[in-house]
Each structure stands twice: as C-alpha cells, then as structure tokens.
C-alpha cells in the first residue's frame, strides 16, 4: 500500500509525462508516440516539492495528483517460514558430491556409446 509523502494536486493532460525529477520536484515532458520521433521538448517544473527520497522506496505521482511512495520489491525478498527454510537444509546435499554424481554420469554416458561403422572404404584400406 502507498502512502502520501506530500499533496500537490496536479490535473494530467494527455501526452505529457510526469515524474519526481532528481531534486524532488514534480516535473513534465512531452512523451514520444506510436514509434516516431520522440518527444523533443525540455522538461518543465510543474510543483517545487523538494521531497528527500530514501533507498529502498519507490516514488511517484498518484491518481489525485500527489506525491506517493511504496517498498520496492526486491527480488529474493520473499520471506520464508521456518518449515521452508528447514526443509531447503535438509534436502540439499554438499557441492562435492553434487560435482562427483554430475561426472559419474556423463562417464556412464560415454562407455554407453557405440563406436561409429567404419565405411567398405576404410575397411578396404585397413586390409
């Protein structure tokens, strides 16, 4: 759920984008559409905010024109129960036996294999 840093109350028109430049203000450029030329106009301030961003938030204007933030997802953030995190421990075997199973195949694989038929030409040479 987002929460509301600061109440600004910008109305959107169509074909602009709006962001929280790297000062904290609220700014807006024209955006680029349908694959043509992008948008060549230099962005303008819309609302002096000064908002101090912090790590780990994600900051952005909502639907009523405000400032909002929310936690970023991280990946492998997901927290795991103590079931979970016991079952991991106890399935996993060590990376040396891992490696040594993974090698025992790929030799058994080998030996499997028949060696390739000798055309009547090579065999005729070998005579």
């Known amino acids: 759920m987002a929460t ?4 600004t ?7 602009f984008l709006y962001y929280l430049d790297k000062r904290g203000n609220v700014s807006r450029a024209p955006m680029a ?11 303008t301030m819309i609302a ?3 908002v101090k ?22 990946p492998g953030s997901r927290r795991r129960t103590a079931r979970t995190a016991r079952r991991r421990t106890v399935r996993r075997r060590p990376a040396a036996a891992r ?3 993974a090698r025992r195949t790929t030799a058994r694989r080998r030996v499997a294999r028949r060696a390739p038929r000798r ?6 040479r070998r005579r």
């Open 99 to 101: 490696r040594g199973t």
């Open 53 to 74: 961003r912090e790590d780990g938030w994600l900051y952005f204007i909502d639907r009523d024109g405000d400032i909002a933030r929310t936690r970023m997802a991280r």
């Open 119 to 124: 055309t009547a030409r090579a065999r005729g």
């Open 33 to 43: 559409r349908g694959g043509g030329k992008p948008g060549r106009g230099k962005p």
């Open 9 to 15: 109350g910008i109305r959107r028109e169509k074909g």
């Open 48 to 50: 002096k905010v000064g």
């Open 4 to 7: 509301k840093i600061a109440k």
